[in-house]
T-cell receptor, first 113, second 111 residues
């Protein structure tokens, strides 16, 4: 079974630039999550999709972050414009049901300089 | 306000001995708990879960204990192996809610 795929693995951008991350969940997983993990902290949920609908985006900074999951499969997370404090690892995860252990991708390490 | 706490940032244990990782939570509505393990440059991997209707769940060398009255859970690894060296995250959720993760504990198992 293929895991959750994310790209790119690493990204360095200047503040005020824009960046996009891509995620391909495990086939058949209806639930997809984007997490932000700042160094020394646990993952923090940004947004949860159920198929192509948003279930929870209460912690997504909507003035600069956006996410979509067209056709209920792949998803992209965008930051525009980036700030220094956005430096973090962005993790995508998917699960068959809303509860239980989700499967995580390797993450994208973003550095904003 | 940190709803899930892992007060030990790091823990070192000798190979073959028991590792005990602790997690405390403040939200009494949490009723489902997970432990994840994370190696460097990889995403977290699901390890074991426990529901609030149980006080213990075991899977091989890994056992999770839940003390609802104390809002405390712990992960026991027996016997510890060098390959268990990783960061361990505790996560908790209530019904209809998403998981809240703790900050993690870095476990080092010394040969």
């Amino acid at each position: 079974e293929a895991g959750v795929a994310q790209s790119p693995r690493y990204k360095i951008i200047e503040k005020r630039q824009s960046v996009a991350f891509w995620c391909n969940p495990i086939s058949g997983h209806a639930t997809l999550y984007w997490y932000q993990q700042i160094l020394g902290q646990g993952p923090k949920l940004l947004i949860q999709f159920q198929n192509n609908g948003v279930v929870d985006d209460s912690q997504l900074p909507k003035d600069r972050f956006s996410a979509e999951r067209l056709k209920g499969v792949d998803s992209t997370l965008k930051i525009q414009p980036a700030k220094l404090e956005d430096s973090a690892v962005y993790l995508c995860a998917s699960s068959y049901t809303g509860r239980g252990g989700a499967f995580f991708g390797q993450g994208t390490r973003l550095t904003v300089v | 306000d940190q709803q899930v706490k892992q007060n030990s940032p790091s823990l070192s244990v000798q190979e073959g001995r028991i590792s005990i990782l602790n997690c405390d939570y403040t939200n009494s509505m949490f009723d489902y708990f997970l432990w994840y393990k994370k190696y460097p440059a990889e995403g977290p991997t699901f390890l074991i879960s426990i529901s609030s209707i149980k006080d213990k769940n075991e899977d091989g060398r890994f056992t999770v204990f839940l003390n609802k009255s104390a809002k405390h859970l712990s992960l026991h690894i027996v016997p510890s192996q060098p390959g268990d060296s990783a960061v361990y995250f505790c996560a908790a959720s209530g019904s209809g809610q998403n998981f809240v993760f703790g900050p993690g504990t870095r476990l080092s198992v010394l040969p």
